[in-house]
Nanobody, 118 residues
């Protein structure tokens, strides 16, 4: 599976962005897909995930009520709508997949940079 993210950019605090992750290849092997982020000098952290069927969205406490994850099923595309952005949301955002055969996330995209200015 190949993953390509887009949609990052520079936004002021309180603003919004929508990230996109396009999946291709053996997408039938995907059990779930999620968004993760990594700020400079920090570990990668979980943001949100959704089953490949487009059900059961889940969010990290830090983004609940502000971010929405969704799937465009026919086009194998994942979205992350981010509202009320805060400077602490600044990071490289990547999508990752959890294959049906594993209980962890594996394949990652190259990421897209989100910078929120105060």
């Amino acid at each position: 599976v190949q993953l390509v993210e887009s949609g990052g950019g520079l936004v002021q605090a309180g603003g919004s962005l929508r990230l996109t992750c396009a999946a291709s290849g053996r997408t039938y092997t995907i059990y779930a897909i999620g968004w993760f982020r990594q700020a400079p000098g920090k570990e990668r952290e979980y943001v949100a995930s959704i089953a490949w069927k487009g059900i059961n969205p889940d969010y990290a406490d830090s983004v609940k009520g502000r971010f929405t994850i969704s799937r465009d099923l026919p086009n194998d595309t994942l979205y992350l709508q981010m509202n009320d952005l805060k400077p602490e949301d600044s990071a490289v955002y990547s999508c990752g997949i959890r294959p049906s055969s594993l209980n962890r996330y594996t394949t990652w995209g190259q990421g897209t940079l989100v910078t929120v200015s105060s």
